[in-house]
Nanobody, 126 residues
């Protein structure tokens, strides 16, 4: 069974840090761009950032630039989202997703992804 599993979420105070992981089983991620998305209560899911299949390119939504960093370890088949200087408005369920095509740079459009994790809750208290 092919699946993505996120971990590392939790409760943190504003200004703190968390590191989310997205591990794949049943499918190698090494040739796929990966995206991170989040969904806050009562809001639509939104793009957070993406990393190219090689890891050489990353892109972020403006609200997290300079605070969040996406990286990947293709040997471990895992993608990471390092979140620093967290704010209460970062509170959301965070999802990782795999691009539907090989060797791409990913996209901010969630329709470009065809494999999703179940999500992990991140709560930032003020």
């Amino acid at each position: 069974q092919v699946q993505l599993v996120e971990s590392g979420g939790g409760l943190v105070q504003a200004g703190g840090s968390l590191r989310l992981s997205c591990a794949a089983s049943g499918r190698t991620l090494s040739t796929y761009a990966m995206g991170w998305f989040r969904q806050a209560p009562g809001k639509e899911r939104e793009f957070v950032g993406r990393i190219s299949w090689s890891g050489g390119r990353t892109y972020y939504t403006d609200s997290v630039k300079g605070r969040f960093t996406i990286s990947r370890d293709n040997i471990k088949n895992t993608v990471f989202l390092e979140m620093n200087s967290l704010k209460p408005e970062d509170t959301a369920v965070y999802y990782c997703a795999a691009d539907r095509y090989h060797y791409g740079n990913g996209s901010p459009d969630e329709r470009s992804y065809n494999l999703w994790g179940q999500g992990t809750q991140v709560t930032v208290s003020s």
